[in-house]
C-alpha cells in the first residue's frame, strides 16, 4: 500500500488510532467491517455523504448499525469523522493504519504480478526469497496479468521491480 498522496489529516486520524496501544488487530477489523457494510449498502453511501442530512441523524444511523458489534474507539472515529465531514476519508486512514501496524511489526504488503497461476509451492518460494532480500515478512497480493509474457513484477512501498519479459521487450526497443 503506498500512502504517497494522502492527505496529512488523514495520517494523523491513522496515527492517534495506532497510538492508543490498544489491539490494532482489533480495530482494523472493525474499520474493514464498517467499511464492507458501507460498500454493500448504496442507502448507507448516499446517506453518509448527503451534506444535507445533519450529523445528528448520521451519528444515530452509525449508531443503530454499529454500536454493539464495534469498540467504542471504532466507533468514536466514525463520529468525529461524520462531525468534521470526512467519512470519506475512512478507507484511507484504515490503509495507512494497516500499513503503520505491519512496519511496526516488520511486516510488507507486495503486489505479485505474473503471467499465469503460480503453484502454492512456487509461491512460497518466491516469498521466502522476497523475504531474505527485503529482511521483513511478506504479505504477498498475487495478482496475473497475461500481458507480461514471463517473469514477475513486485511492487512495494514506492518500488517496481519489473523481471518480466514485457519489461525487457520495451528495454530492447528503446535500446
Known amino acids: 500500500m503506498q500512502t504517497t498522496g494522502i492527505s496529512t489529516i ?16 482489533t480495530i482494523k477489523m472493525e474499520l474493514a467491517q464498517v467499511l464492507d457494510t458501507i460498500e454493500e449498502s448504496e442507502d448507507l453511501r448516499i446517506v453518509l455523504s448527503n451534506s444535507s442530512i445533519s450529523c445528528t441523524k ?16 471504532s466507533f468514536n472515529l466514525l463520529k468525529i469523522l461524520v462531525e468534521k465531514n470526512r467519512i470519506s476519508e475512512l478507507k484511507n486512514i484504515y490503509e495507512v493504519l494497516c500499513d503503520m501496524d505491519n512496519k511496526s511489526l516488520n511486516k510488507k504488503d507486495v503486489e505479485i504480478v505474473s503471467s499465469i497461476e503460480l503453484n502454492e509451492d512456487t509461491k512460497l518460494r518466491i516469498v521466502e526469497k522476497l523475504a531474505g532480500k527485503l ?26 521491480i519489473d523481471t518480466s519479459v514485457l519489461a525487457k521487450l520495451k528495454q530492447l526497443s528503446k535500446q
Not at 495520517?11 to 488487530?25: E, P, Q, V
Not at 504479505?139 to 512501498?157: E, R, S
Open 10 to 25: 488523514t495520517k494523523n486520524y491513522a496515527r492517534a488510532l495506532f497510538d492508543t496501544n490498544l489491539d490494532n488487530a
Open 58 to 73: 448520521k451519528i444515530g444511523i452509525l449508531n443503530d448499525i454499529f454500536y454493539e458489534k464495534i469498540s467504542l474507539v
Open 135 to 160: 529482511k521483513c515478512e511478506i504479505l504477498p497480493n498475487w495478482q496475473i496479468d497475461k500481458n507480461i509474457i514471463a517473469g514477475l513484477v513486485f511492487k512495494y512501498d514506492d518500488f517496481v
